[in-house]
Nanobody, 113 residues
Framework: QVQLVESGGGLVQAGGSLRLSCRVS????????MGWYRQAPGKQRELVAS???????NYTDSVKGRFTISRDNAKNTVYLQMDSLNREDTAVYYC???????WGQGTQVTVSS
């Protein structure tokens, strides 16, 4: 059974950094495209960043220059490095296998001022 397990969320002050990890099991990781999404209270879930199987990346405008998505195929893991965090980044962050119904359980990121 395909599983996505996220880690790395938490509470951080504005201007700080966090790195999220998402480990994927029971699927050939190197062939899949991955995405990080987030959902803030009262808002729709949005795509934050994505990375293809060959490493091409894409970001939503609000995180460009601050967030970096990467992958380690040997570890079946995708990462989201988040720098210069601000309060608008507060949300539950989810990883997802693009084009499938498989999601992680979500990890809370809270940025305090």
């Amino acid at each position: 059974q395909v599983q996505l397990v996220e880690s790395g969320g938490g509470l951080v002050q504005a201007g700080g950094s966090l790195r999220l990890s998402c480990r994927v099991s029971a699927i050939t990781f190197r062939f899949i495209d991955m995405g990080w999404y987030r959902q803030a209270p009262g808002k729709q879930r949005e795509l934050v960043a994505s990375i293809t199987s060959i490493g091409n990346t894409n970001y939503t405008d609000s995180v460009k220059g601050r967030f970096t998505i990467s992958r380690d195929n040997a570890k079946n893991t995708v990462y989201l490095q988040m720098d210069s965090l601000n309060r608008e980044d507060t949300a539950v962050y989810y990883c997802k296998i693009v084009g499938t119904p498989y999601w992680g359980q979500g990890t809370q990121v809270t940025v305090s001022s």
